[in-house]
């Protein structure tokens, strides 16, 4: 069944813009007709969907509206100005869900570590466009799993699912430890730290990462500390030509994983 939502008051609206910005802890908000049967293809718990009257009539989305209804806790139909006043982007996508939180505990990304595990590491990295670029490269490139720090973007924002286009459901990520603690987590598995660093003396393309190896990405506006740089096992560098300084995070991300995807796809 479909409920049919006229008041900007609604409750369910309510909660929609609570879990939008983040007051909400064990639910995300999901955006968009196909990050929305991700969500359901990643098996998360369907808490509620928000649907707009005019997204209803398309028939390429209604199979998808009554897959995801026959497995929420409740269905809702709205006004495309209703909608609006619960989406994060200025052009509503006509549908959100909101989803239970995947877990994102130690546990869980233990419990998914290859042999050789080529995990990434986001430090402090606070813009979420920049997180869900770097998870879906993650993804891309072969990555087993994600380590965000205190203070990083949370992975499960509405802005870094957008990016993430998926690869935030399928993923195993995990939130909230402090640096020092992941490099003697790290430590402890024989997965060897390797921090990305301007200054580094280590080209990329000279380290093996065929090993079992946690690619550490710092803020990029300051960079790693020296303190952070000398609790890791390494540091390597992209050398660049010209005058530029550094690259965006996220893509100096795609150039580390996909040469450790190269390295490993020829063992």
Known sequence: MIDRIASRDN???????????????????????????????????IEAVIVSE???????????IAELSRVSKRTASVSEKLLESIS???????????????????????ANLS??????VLHQINNPVNVGAILRTAEAAGATGVIATRNTSDPFSPKSLRGAMGSAFRLP??????????????????IATVCSDAEADTDYTDLDWTKGIALLLGPESTGFTAEELMHADRSVKITMRGKTESL????????????????????
């Open 54 to 64: 005019e997204l209803m009539r398309k028939e390429r989305a209604a199979q998808a």
């Open 11 to 45: 409750s369910l609206l309510r909660q929609a813009r609570s879990v939008r910005d983040g007051k909400i802890e064990d639910l995300i908000f999901v955006e968009g007709l196909r990050l929305c049967e991700e969500a359901q293809r990643s098996n998360l718990a």
């Open 88 to 110: 994060y982007t200025k052009t509503p996508q006509g549908i959100v869900v909101l989803a239970g939180r995947p877990d994102s505990s130690e546990a869980h990304l233990a």
């Open 248 to 267: 965006n995070v996220s893509v100096a991300a795609g150039i580390f994983l996909f040469e450790a995807a190269r390295q490993r796809a020829r063992v």
């Open 115 to 120: 042999a050789t595990p080529l995990l990434v």
């Open 173 to 190: 990520i995990w939130t909230g430890p402090a640096f020092e603690e992941i490099v003697s987590w790290c430590r402890d598995r024989n």
